[in-house]
T-cell receptor, first 114, second 114 residues
Framework: QQQVKQSPQSLIVQKGGISIINCAYE??????FPWYQQFPGKGPALLIA?????SEKKEGRFTISFNKSAKQFSLHIMDSQPGDSATYFC?????????????FGTGTRLQVFP | DVKVTQSSRYLVKRTGEKVFLECVQD?????MFWYRQDPGLGLRLIYF???????EKGDIPEGYSVSREKKERFSLILESASTNQTSMYLC?????????????FGEGSWLTVV
């Protein structure tokens, strides 16, 4: 019930195309949904995040779409660039006692070819 | 700049050895986390802590323990290392996530148990 399911596992996109990564969750106690980007040899870094009271959030070429009733959220990368090639993780957070428990999806390896 | 520092980047240990992974953050964050990252499995939460001497089990605590004697330091302990604990370990810290704060990751500790 605390899982976050992420798909696809890998994605190949041509430069200028749209990359779409999907995530789904079961537990309605989750109240914060971030996306992380990870380059080889580095720790994940926050890319963009959304709360469940908002259906969409856009930051530059990155957009999160959130469907509360379906318990799904997705990351769209517009005009994908080779520099976007990285592993992307969705995540979901809930309050546990006085702290936060952050659960990650299994990751999507994105490759953008020129 | 927020810094989460993992003191050991690469370690090789023998089966049965006691292993300490140290993590220090410089932002006075309440929350600290330990994850392990394995291909195809994403980031799995081992333990998390919201205050000195306080800890909560994550999803895969078996074979691990933690220590938080000071607010800025969170240690992961493998009491008797086994080969199935070969992985990359990521430490992270944050203020309260539900208030829109960001979780910051260290660069990871690659542990090989032989």
């Amino acid at each position: 019930q605390q899982q976050v399911k992420q798909s696809p596992q890998s994605l190949i996109v041509q430069k200028g195309g749209i990359s779409i990564i999907n995530c789904a969750y079961e537990n309605t106690a989750f109240d914060y949904f971030p996306w992380y980007q990870q380059f080889p040899g580095k720790g994940p870094a926050l890319l963009i995040a959304i709360r469940p009271d908002v259906s969409e959030k856009k930051e530059g070429r990155f957009t999160i779409s959130f469907n509360k009733s379906a318990k799904q959220f997705s990351l769209h990368i517009m005009d994908s660039q080779p520099g976007d090639s990285a592993t992307y993780f969705c995540a979901a957070s809930m309050r546990v006692i006085v702290t936060d428990k952050l659960i990650f999806g299994t990751g999507t390896r994105l490759q953008v070819f020129p | 700049d927020v810094k989460v520092t993992q003191s050991s980047r690469y370690l090789v240990k023998r089966t049965g050895e006691k292993v300490f992974l140290e993590c220090v953050q410089d932002m006075d964050h309440e929350n600290m986390f330990w994850y392990r990252q394995d291909p195809g499995l994403g980031l799995r939460l081992i333990y998390f802590s919201y205050d000195v001497k306080m800890k909560e089990k994550g999803d895969i605590p078996e074979g691990y323990s933690v220590s938080r004697e000071k607010k800025e330091r969170f240690s992961l302990i493998l009491e008797s290392a086994s080969t199935n604990q070969t992985s990359m370990y990521l430490c992270a810290s944050s203020f309260i996530l539900a208030e829109g704060n960001t979780i910051y990751f260290g660069e990871g500790s690659w542990l090989t148990v032989v």
